[in-house]
């Protein structure tokens, strides 16, 4: 909630490079003609995620609204009732089905969801078979869902297209990081999924962008639909979301990429910068603490999961909240967290030049 993904220092020089003069955005150098607005970032996308085709329009509900309206108007479209995600901001699955023109045909039950269910809900009114990754919750316990590598047989064997919005939109296997189920975009190209969507702005780490990547007569209907145009993303995001790609083709994401090596921030590294900075301000006569926390990753990914982190915990002289309110309230917001009446900077998300600006604060507040 604190404007999604921070941008990589690359991504932000690609947007202001292209921003100060003129750019080839819809400009072929090599034919000297018109260009194709997408042909800079399509083939870094296909190679990256392995798909034959890409576009971006300006964020994954827009992505979710041209892909159903451009192949499943006036048709059914078969998913999961375990799958009819809200996603904040009154984003919700089966409202966004019936704006496009589609008709909604819920398979399976809350819990549990068989490839049968899809494959006996299939008649000559089916446009597509759609999966939606849970991103924001989880359904545990007695459970049963069916993979995009099932999903993707199916709609192949009965010629129907098979969508997939992915959510977060994650390229790099986060389990060495710590945290599991988080499905990378590799992966379900890889399982033959037709068309896919995610966020560029979420676990991507890049602009505000809705991506689609998939078969390539299909992300051409997207291209030639009318909405296309209407969602079309601008010359800054493009240019960024091409930086921020080219650090994953690079292979120095979790290096570059803010969200990535926030998350990929050991407790002990966290712990020592949580001691550095509690020092510091026990210098200036505040009462600190290094406190361990649990860090949930936000952003609709990951929802059951956290990461262990560490803290440096202010007792406020008032109280918690009047605290937390006037660091709120100042020229430069500092959010912070209240636990046990005490107000929690955590380290897994402060950038190194914010802490002259979080000393500066309780220099002033303690005065
Ligand atoms: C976040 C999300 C969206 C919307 O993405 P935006 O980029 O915020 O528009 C759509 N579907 C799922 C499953 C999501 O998690």
Sequence with gaps: NLGRACLSDRALAAARGVSQGYSTLEYDLTAGERGQRYAHVEPLLCRLTGAEAAMVVNNNAAAVLLILSALTAGGEVITSRGELVEIGGSFRMPDVMAACGAVLREVGSTNKTRLS?????ISEQTRA?????????????FTESVSPAALAELGRSRSIPVIEDLGSGCLVDLAPLGLRDEPTVQASVKAGVDVLSFSGDKLLGGPQAGIIVGKRHCIDLLKRHPLARALRVDKLTLAALEA???AYADGTALQEIPVLSMLAQTPEELRQQAESLCRRMGGI????????TENPVGGGAVPTQTLPSFAVAVAPRDSAAAL???LRQRPVPIIVRIAHDRCLL????LFPADLDEILQAFRETAS
């Design 117 to 121: 269910d899809y494959a006996n809900a």
């Design 129 to 141: 078979l759609l999966k939606v990754h849970t991103s924001n919750y989880r359904i545990v316990g």
């Design 244 to 246: 921020t790609l080219q």
């Design 285 to 292: 006569g505040v009462t600190v603490e290094v406190v361990s």
């Design 324 to 326: 937390e309110a006037q």
């Design 346 to 349: 955590d380290m897994r998300t």
